[in-house]
């Protein structure tokens, strides 16, 4: 059995542990990542060929300054790995006027004087053929929005890390993990670990890892589909499909992307079965399941709700209540940080949480407002 000692150890090496994990490295901070599967492996929330990013966040303003800081990041980390990780191709937020995407992206690009365009119908469809909306539904597009390669940003926030002198032990799953006055100490199938401080970033297993504070978190399966180019393969192309977001009822939307290597792909955001334990997921994706994902895109494409699947797959979100994340000190040990950005919609800002996580583990502060991410809102 191992006995190692470091400054930090961060458990979880998905988006958030990773960049996380780069950023101490990179502080010159002695730091173990822990991880319980493989490199690359598709059983939580950070796989897939594609992530959204978007800048008029319709969520709530204060995320805005975050995803700024994440957008300078990915470039910076760009720039630094030669990986290509975040194409911008423009954001097409689509609902009723009153509705929480309109209501909440013109709110975020008031508030933070984003520039943005507010598009009639006809001028969607002039401007990207594939769609045909509404007259009574509006659109705004976000010009500075796009997809990450969520496998390409893992793996160079990843390499850089270990190039900075960062430890990981992957299929290493942590069985315990206890702390007092002088750090804390982490125990695995493998061996020991001791730290002076300890990241919790394990996703949908952080429920489990934190299981002391019952943490008012739930799982949730989320599927995925890549769709053949209804219509025509021009119509889909990065360079002129925008990723997207539409309200077809009150509070719930579809998403998708421009055409990627495995197909064009949609979801409805937040429609999948919750389960107590991620292990206990389906990861196989029903025919039929497909079919509530037509019926919210044939109001604004109906050309590709009408094509043939290419592949589908599931991924977790890791959901609080309010859809807000979690990124606080545990309140019975300072030197434990939880971390929880998550909610299905915290992977664009992983390059940013890291940087912030390394402040508040080094210094105990962050230049960010976390006070609506703190573990104490919930009784």
């Not at 045909?132 to 010009?143: G, N």
């Not at 730290?195 to 890892?209: C, F, H, N, Y």
């Not at 583990?361 to 573990?375: A, Q, V």
Request: charged share 20%; net charge negative; proline share 7%.
């Amino acid at each position: 059995m191992t006995q190692r000692s470091y400054d930090v150890i961060v458990v979880g090496l998905g988006a958030m542990g990773c960049a996380t994990l780069f950023h101490l490295a990179r502080r010159g901070i002695r730091v173990l990542g822990l991880e319980q599967f493989r490199p690359g492996h598709t059983l939580a929330s950070s796989h897939g060929d594609s992530r959204i990013i978007r800048e008029t966040y319709f969520e709530h303003p204060l995320y805005v300054p975050l995803v700024q800081r994440a957008h300078e990041l990915w470039r910076e980390l760009e720039s630094e790995s030669g990986a290509s990780l975040m194409t911008i191709t423009g954001g097409l937020m689509i609902g009723p006027a009153d509705g929480m995407v309109v209501s909440g992206t013109l709110r975020s690009a008031r508030d933070h004087r984003l520039p943005h365009q507010v598009l009639s119908a006809s001028e969607v469809h002039d401007r990207i053929p594939a769609f045909e909306i509404a007259a009574d539904v509006v659109a705004i597009l976000d010009p500075r929005a796009g997809y990450l390669d969520p496998e390409a940003c893992n793996r160079a926030h990843l390499a850089g890390a270990v190039a900075a002198g960062a430890e990981t032990a992957f299929d290493e799953e942590v069985v315990e993990w206890s702390a007092d006055g002088n750090g804390a100490r982490v125990e695995t199938r493998s061996g020991s670990y001791s730290a002076d401080r300890l990241v919790l970033a394990a996703g949908p297993w952080t429920p489990k890892l934190a299981k002391d504070l019952q943490l008012p978190l739930t799982v949730e399966r989320q599927s995925v589909f890549w769709f053949e180019q209804g219509g025509g393969p021009a119509l889909y192309e990065p360079e002129g499909f925008p990723i997207y977001a539409y309200e077809f009822k009150p509070g719930t939307i579809c998403y998708g992307f421009p055409r990627l290597s495995r197909g064009v792909k949609a979801s409805v955001m937040h429609d999948g079965q919750t389960v107590s334990d991620p292990e206990s997921v389906d990861r196989k994706v029903a025919p039929e399941e497909v079919e509530p994902l037509r019926a919210a895109l044939r109001p604004i494409l109906p050309r590709l709700s009408k094509s043939r699947v290419r592949e589908s797959g599931v991924c977790l979100f890791t959901n609080t209540p309010d859809h807000n994340f979690i990124i606080d000190f545990h309140p019975r040990y300072p030197q434990v940080l939880i971390s929880s950005p998550c909610s299905g919609h915290g992977f664009k800002f992983a390059s940013a949480i890291g940087e912030l996580q390394a402040d508040l583990i080094t210094t105990g502060e962050s230049r960010f407002d976390l006070s609506p991410f703190r573990i104490g809102r919930y009784p």
